[in-house]
Each structure stands twice: as C-alpha cells, then as structure tokens.
C-alpha cells in the first residue's frame, strides 16, 4: 500500500533521527496526496529519505509516528507490538501474575503505540484511544489482545471523552469482543471493584500500584487521610499496613462508594475507615483531626499549558494545607499526575507550600510511575506521574 507522503523541511528529520514520536506542523513542508485525519502517512525528509510511517492528525502535533522504518501497518505490525509489550509486562512479572491481575499492557509512546492505552482487568482489557488513528484501528487491536493476552476473554472500548473533539466522530463506549467481565481485580493480593463502564479513565489507576505498597509499609499506627481517594486504594493499602484510623475524601458520591465497596471486600468488619463525600480543601479547612499520615492524589490540575500557572499555584495552596494539618514527624504523600508539569515545577510548588509553613522538610523518596507505564527513553514527555514523601517535623 501506498500512502500519502509527509514532507519535512529542510533539517527537521534531527528528531525522527532521535526516535522521537512526534511531528509538529511547524516541522512539515508540504503534504502529497490526499490526507484525512487518522490516516496512515509516510514521513520523508526535504531530501525524500524515508523517516518511517505515522497517523495523521489536525492540530500542533500532526504525525504520531508508529515506526521508524519500512514495512506495513497492517495485523502483522498489530499483533507483533502487542506481543512485545506482553512479554515485557511478563519480564517484570506482572502479566500472569498470582498477585496482580491488573496493569497497563499498552502505554502509548511508551510501548511505541501513540495515541493508545490498554488496562488488563483480570479476563477484561479495557482500550482507549487518544487519536482518530488508533480508532479506526480497534477492531484489529482487540483481536491481536485476544490472540496473544492469556485469560482475556472481554475487549471493552472507552474513548468517547478521549479522542480529539474536533474530528467529529460519534464513537460510543461498548465492548468490541465478547461481554461482562469479573470486575473484581487483584493488586498485591488485596482486592478491588473496577467500574470500566461508568469509571474514571479506564476504570481504575493502575499507574499508583507500587506507590499504594509503598504507602503500606508506612501505615502502622498512624492516621491517616487519603484526600481525592476515588476508589480508596491508598485507604485499602493504609488499613493493610495497620493504620490506626483512615479517613477517605473525594467530591464525588460515587467514589465514596467505591471506596467503602472496597475497604468491606477486603477488610469486612471494619471500624478505622470512614469515607467522606466533601470538597478536599473545604475538609482541610474544617479538619480538627491532626494527622500522622496524608495522600494528596488529586486529579490533573493542567492538561494544557494555558492553565500551567493556576496549576501550578492549586499545587502549592494544597500543600500548604497539608502542611498545616499534619502532625508533628508525620509523612506526607503528594503527587501530580499533570503531564505538563515537571518534575522541577510541581517540586519548586511544593518546596514553596513547605517554606509558608516554616516547618522542616525532608524528601524521603521521589515517586515515578511504575515499570508497566513505561518511559519512552526518547520521549521525556511520557514521564507524567510525578510523586514525593516527605518527612515533616
């Protein structure tokens, strides 16, 4: 097949030449043949060297680069890139794990696959697509997870809110493979729900697994607040490692829920753990509870870099708040999720939320994503998960 050529002008191959997946409108000369948004283009250079091959889209970002040399975008590649990222998430023993039964099998760039994501769900993989691209190619995505993931016996599509709103696509979320699912996964042998349907994202965060264990080990005796707890995973983790009290926070109804759903499948009689649907920083300001222990895992406070200031100052108004409320030695858990903000930015907000305290702060750990979400070595954008514990006297 022969596809409609990209051209570069003159010296923007550099980042191809570096492997990295992006080409902005910036960097293209002209377009040969006809192109709608989510085709497959071919990419050459001002001098027609071939660059490799990449959907199409309308905006500043306008190939997403799926390989880097010749061949067809066809089942083979298909099947042989889920296979890859299986036997990676095999070689760090996830994948067909007795503990897990959860994690990411597809992470975008970071497995080579902008624009898509995929979760495993014990027998349900759950896809999502960012580009118009890897819309029109869910079909073939579903059966390659069919042919190659074992125990998969469910594909659920969700992208209705992920993919470009411009492209005018009426996709809607239903399962492309097969029907139901357990809906009951396990993650270090604790157990959860998972709402792929009506959930946040794919229906759970997966990315904060090690994170959640990691919170574990710290819990004994402490308590503990989890504020934006969506499903309670850090409360879950907290009632494990032994916390002596742990109150959950979130906006949302439904994942107060979630949470309590979780904290009875796991722990049945339980009388440390309450949930509270309420506004985080309305709750900060009326806490009269001084913690040893807090989790701020909010949602992204920046998916676009107009907004990055605002965001930036919500990091460092929230952890000021936190910093008034915990206790005296207590740790403190906080993360950003906001791809646009590094980890030099979301550090200096929390280093200035620490300095309007006055209080003496030590870095424990610096928290990443874990090996399922992968970092495309050429791509520092993928690094999106940014976390620290402090030590607070």
Known sequence: MAYSKVILKKGKEEPLLR??????????SRIVGPVNEGDLVEVVSADQIHMGVGHYQIGSITVRMLTFTDGLIDDTFWMSAIKQAYALRKSIYLAESEQNTTYRLIHGEGDHLPGLIIDIYEDTAVIQA??????????????SIINTVSGI????YKSEVTLPYKANLTSEDGYLIGSGGKGIVKENDLLFHVDWI????????????ENRKLLQYYAKDKVMLNLFCYTGGFSVYGLQGGAAKVHSVDSSGRAIELTNENVALNFPVENRHQAFAEDAFKFLDNATTTYDLIILDPPAFAKHKNVLHNALQGYRKLNAKAFEKIAHNGILFTFSCSQIVSKEQFRLAVFSAAAQSGRRVRILHQLTQPADHPINIYHAEGEYLKGLVLYVE
Do not use: E
């Open 19 to 28: 492997f990295h997946p992006w080409i902005f409108s910036g960097a293209i």
């Open 198 to 209: 009506h959930g946040q994202k794919t229906g759970f965060f997966v990315d904060q697994r």
């Open 130 to 143: 960012h580009s118009v691209g890897m819309h029109y190619s869910r079909t073939i995505i579903a059966q």
């Open 153 to 156: 016996k469910n594909v659920y």
